[in-house]
């Protein structure tokens, strides 16, 4: 079949076109293939993301390592806590405590007693920290200090300090009676309470005067002296056996008034053993003062004390033991030495109302059958008088006949 010449010319456009496309496709196949052989990209250029999966793994390994490493650098470098007081072996009173010590600024330390975390203490910025704890049960305990961390763990430990806590002593007391009250100058008897088998200290207006045992009855005296009259403050301290002060009684106030001078006997002699009837008592005191005369404790008479400081008393006392004491009057506390006499029964059916000689002048010649305490009794002379009058008789119950008794008048 013919084609016309204006169809050849339009299948020549055509194969035209195709060739050109073809030649186009093939540049940008080259084009593209050039590009992927091309030397590798710039370090701005994107990086596929495995790639960057792949290079981070190595840098993160090493970061944590890092912070491993800062951490064990960090808890290396925390100061262990310390306890400075009470020092290891010190013996302590039972009850409240003060604990100090040291450790890191800013941070906490766990109190730690036998064990058991009994509080928690923040440390200042001088490295210092105080707690107070509180111990009752004696014997010996232990203590350490434990630094803890924000999240409160523990990351140091002090070295655990043993301490003594003693069994709580019962303060020593001084008599009710003394409290408050008016005492003379010179010698005191004090006496109180304290721990059995414990030794106790007393202490005037600060100062120890004296050192008591306790009694195993619980009890003590001493005898002190305080001349300065005024107020004078009276404590007892109890002590252990290295004369450490362990407890003490509460303040007792006292007031000591100038000394008044205790009356004393002369006569008769403490153990003295003395015939029946009139007994005439003798002494000293202070000149112008009132005595007191007491028999077994009961007040028999008063006398006066003379200016010469002598004072005499006669009285008839009963049969048998009598304690025979002196005070001034109304001053039980001013009390003279005491004295021990016995007094004999006079013989049965012997009557004194007449003597079988005269006794109305100052000499007695004594006949068969007397007395010396009837004659005494008939020449209204006290008995003792007499005797005093007569030294050469060695017996006042045995005289003679034809001998002659001086009556003192």
Known sequence: ????????????????????????????????????????????????????????????????????????????????????????????????????????????????????????????????????????????????????????????????????????????????????????????????TGEPGSEVQIVVDGEVVGVAPVGSDGRWTCVIDIEEPGEHEVVVRAVDAGEEVVAASEPVSVTVVAGVVAPEFEAPASGAELSAGELTLSGVGEPGTEVEILDNGVVVGVAQVGDDGQWRFTFEPEPGDHQLAVRVAGDEAAVGGAVAVKVSSPPSGTACDAPLGSCTGDKYVVVSGDMLWCISRCADVNLYAVIAANPEIENPDLIFPEQIIRIPR
């Open 1 to 192: 079949m013919a084609h016309t010449a204006s169809e050849v010319r339009r299948f020549d456009l055509f194969k035209l076109i195709v060739t050109l496309a073809l030649l186009v496709l093939l540049v940008v196949l080259l084009i593209a293939r050039s590009r992927r052989s091309a030397p590798a990209p710039t370090p701005t250029a994107a990086v596929p993301t495995a790639v960057v999966v792949a290079a981070t793994e190595p840098a993160v390994e090493a970061e944590a390592t890092a912070d491993a490493d800062i951490g064990e650098a960090a808890e290396a470098e925390i100061a262990v806590p310390t306890l400075d007081s009470p020092v290891a072996g010190e013996v302590l009173p039972a009850g409240e405590l003060a604990l100090s010590g040291t450790g890191e600024p800013g941070s906490e330390v766990q109190i730690v007693v036998d064990g058991e975390v009994v509080g928690v203490a923040p440390v200042g910025s001088d490295g210092r920290w105080t707690y107070v704890i509180d111990i009752e049960e004696p014997g010996e305990h232990e203590v350490a200090v434990r630094a803890v961390d924000a999240g409160e763990e523990v990351v140091a430990v002090s070295e655990p300090v043993p301490l003594i806590v003693a069994a709580e002593v019962v303060a020593p007391t001084l008599d009710p009676s003394f409290e408050g009250a008016e005492l003379p100058a010179g010698e005191l008897t004090l006496g109180g």
